[in-house]
């Protein structure tokens, strides 16, 4: 699910940033702090300027109620 939300995130001319916690020192506590704010699966877990959108659910139904592009606008994500 991961790749499907960094694929629609980049097809609105974006350029997340991804952490792959499986493939970083500290990755088992960024998920343990993950949970605590609320995600639950951890991954993926979207944060879209500075602030937690939630998980890939979260990110399709913004997407379905038109929010997602304004979300990355104003987030300064993309320009269009």
């Known amino acids: ?4 939300i960094k694929t629609l995130i980049n097809g ?3 350029n997340p940033t991804v952490y792959e916690l499986d493939e970083i020192q500290n ?3 960024v998920e343990r702090e993950l949970q605590q704010m609320g995600c639950n699966p951890s991954v993926p877990a979207v944060f879209i300027g500075e602030r937690l959108v939630g ?3 979260q990110v ?9 592009v304004p ?10």
Do not use: C, D, P, V
């Open 55 to 57: 998980g890939a659910n």
């Open 12 to 14: 609105f001319g974006a």
């Open 1 to 4: 699910m991961s790749h499907t």
């Open 27 to 29: 990755g088992q506590q």
């Open 60 to 68: 399709m139904s913004l997407q379905l109620r038109n929010q997602l």
């Open 71 to 80: 979300l990355l606008k104003r987030a300064g994500a993309i320009w269009i």
